[in-house]
C-alpha cells in the first residue's frame, strides 16, 4: 500500500512540477512582449487577460499542489533524514528561490494590470532564464544526489 501510494504521490507531483515549469517559464515571455506594446492599447488589454488566466488558473494551483505532493514524499520516503546526504536541504533552497521568482512575476503582473511598466523588454528576457536554470539545478540534486 505504501509504495502504491508513494507512486501516486510521484506522479501528480512530477504532473504538478512541469505544469509550474510551462507557466514560469511562459509568463516571463509575455512579460517580454507586453512592455513593448503601448499602455491602454488593445494588445495590451489582451496581454493583461492572457497573464492573469495564466497565474491564477495554472501558475498559482499547481504551485501549490507541488508544494502538497512534494512535502508528502518528503513524509513517505523520510528524504533529508539523517544519513541522506543534503541534496534534499539544497534542492528545497532552490524551490524556495523558485518561489520568490512566482512571487515576483506576479508583482509584476499586478504592475502590468496597472497599466506600469515594472521593467524593460530585455530585463524581461534575461529574467526568463531565472526557471529554466533553477530547475536544472533541481533537476539535476534530485537525479544525481551529489551531496
Known sequence: MIDSLY???KAFHLIAV?????????LPRLF?????????????ELF????QKLMRLIINPVMIAVWI??????Y?????APGDG??????????VLMQITHAMMSRYRKA???????????????FNEIPALLMIGIVLLVVLKPI
Open 69 to 74: 505532493f512534494g512535502l508528502w514524499l518528503i
Open 48 to 51: 493583461k487577460v492572457m497573464e
Open 86 to 95: 543534503y541534496w534534499m536541504h539544497a534542492k528545497i533552497g532552490l524551490v
Open 7 to 9: 507512486h501516486w504521490v
Open 112 to 126: 502590468f494590470l496597472r497599466d506600469e511598466r515594472p521593467k524593460n523588454e530585455r530585463y524581461f528576457r534575461i
Open 18 to 26: 512541469i505544469s509550474w515549469m510551462a507557466g514560469m517559464l511562459y
Open 76 to 80: 513517505i520516503t523520510k528524504a533529508g
Open 32 to 44: 517580454v512582449y507586453h512592455s513593448k506594446v503601448a499602455v491602454g492599447s488593445e494588445a495590451s
